[in-house]
């Protein structure tokens, strides 16, 4: 994405909390499972399983983030991106619960959409404290983490590699500029021209 680089990353010597992408990382955590707020209602894998909230979610970051003085568009599709991953993720899990699927469309359209690759196994809802659907889970978990683990894994590797990559590239007077905003770095940095 366009725009100032040096605010991808943290300097080396911040807290863990923040290289990790602090607060926006754990509301996109939030918002990735927010759609299933749905099960404390009536109806479930409606308004909240589909494209309109996405689109509801993308205005609404947009205008916090403008707001806030925040890079718009890189919060927008974070944000968005985060609530959709749960649509596609339920798109490809089974679901044996009629009417299977999600109403993606909803409200133009009340059609149930599900891919039938069943790649992530139905968990148990019910007694979730009993043995039976306990198991049920830690096998779904397992699962997930399987599938998900070594995908997160390479972004994760790949973003490590791409931001040592641009670090060299950002003109000095700029890395200056954001060491000076804070972190422990800057205040060493500070100390040494005193
Ligand atoms: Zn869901």
Redesign the pocket.
Known sequence: MPGDRVGRFAPAAATWYRRAGGGLTLICAGLGAA??LDLAFTSH?TAT?SLSAVLAVAVVAAVIAAAAGRPVARVTLMCAAAYGS?LLL?WLGADFYPPRGLQLLWPFNHEWYISGLDLFRQTARLRIFTRGPMRTNVHAIAQELAILGPIVAGLWLVRVKALARLRPRCPAATIRRSRDRGGISGRRSRRAAR
Request: proline letters at 17%.
């Open positions: 759609p299933d894998r399983h749960h339920d």
